[in-house]
């Protein structure tokens, strides 16, 4: 396993051991539970939690601090799959190979263990316990609730949405232009990428503002990247690949950089997006930063 593998594993298990205490029954509604359980540990690359607890450590920093901000950060991204694959929004039956949250239990089980994943999410980060002083506590509270919300993915969501045509009388998706489908996406992905990356900064009590801008820089790339590569393998990928349908954004009319500028194209940005992203967080921080650089190459290849 190369270095990278093994910083992305060490992540997923740190941050799986932490929320199976956090997602223990105790008192709790048993079903519940299980459901966001199912939600949480159906598997994944962890790539959030590995940000934050690598762009810490860029600072030096390790410990609790960033493993809970890491175990908040993965608590909405599985909150928003669960969400994301109900009927009524993407209407998916498989996540990473097995049966989505709703199709293994019911929707309103599956929506109530979204909105539990999403309220831990704030009660693990504004915990005493967590051991990060209250103002950069309260920061990073904030800049979680911003990415997640309207003036982020949820807003990006609803967007996306609107592109399809969900809301207008004749059903038919909206051409929207690159620089509409850039922000939609920024919204809709980049923000939880970017909080991951910039929240290293945010722990670190001495962290200069051009080490803070080149982790934005890179932060905003890298969620670039990853949905173009997301969008490129709905395209071209294999649904067993994949670990849920594919072909599925072209049926519904959604707006992508793949279909505006074809596969060639969108391979092309991905590529600038991977250089850019290397540049900046290169330049800042050198050979500390050889995991991050490495994530970069890993998602231009991936296959799920």
């Known amino acids: 396993m190369d270095d990278l593998g093994k910083g992305l594993e060490e992540a997923a298990g740190r941050v799986d051991r932490l929320m199976t205490v956090l997602l223990a029954d105790g008192r709790r509604p048993p079903r519940l539970m299980e459901a966001m359980r199912h939600a949480f540990f159906a598997g994944g690359k962890r790539m959030r939690p590995f940000l934050v607890l690598e762009s810490a450590r860029l600072f030096g920093i390790e410990g609790e601090a960033p493993l809970h901000v890491a175990a908040a950060l993965e608590a909405i991204h599985c909150y928003s799959l669960v969400h994301d694959d109900l ?3 993407d209407d998916d039956d498989m996540r990473r190979g097995k049966p989505t949250v709703h199709r293994a239990y019911d929707e309103a089980t599956a929506i109530l263990a979204g ?3 999403l309220t831990l999410a704030f009660a693990i980060l504004s915990s005493q316990g967590t051991g990060i002083p209250a103002g950069r506590r309260g920061k990073l509270t904030n800049r979680l609730a911003i990415a997640a919300g309207i003036d982020g993915m949820v807003g990006g969501q609803m967007l996306d949405l609107g592109a399809e045509g969900r809301f207008r009388a004749s059903g038919k998706p909206l051409k929207l232009g690159e ?12 923000a939880l990428i970017e909080f991951a990356v910039t929240s290293g900064g945010i722990l670190a009590p001495r962290a200069e503002r051009a080490e803070k801008q080149a982790l934005t820089v890179y932060g905003r790339e890298l969620g670039l990247a990853f949905q173009i590569r997301d969008d490129l393998l709905d395209v071209e990928g294999e649904a067993a690949m994949v670990g849920k349908a594919v072909a599925k954004d072209a049926e519904k009319g ?3 950089l793949v279909s505006l500028l074809g596969i060639e194209g969108a391979r092309r940005e991905l590529d600038r997006a991977t250089e850019n992203g290397r540049a900046a967080i290169a330049a800042a921080f050198g050979p500390r930063a050889a995991r991050l ?3 970069l190459d890993f998602n231009r290849a991936r296959q799920h």
Not at 179 to 190: D, I
């Open 179 to 190: 620089k509409a489908v850039r922000r939609l996406q920024a919204l809709k992905t980049g």
């Open 87 to 89: 009927p009524t929004m």
């Open 293 to 295: 650089i490495a994530l």
């Open 254 to 256: 959604k707006a992508t």
């Open 115 to 117: 909105d539990g994943l």
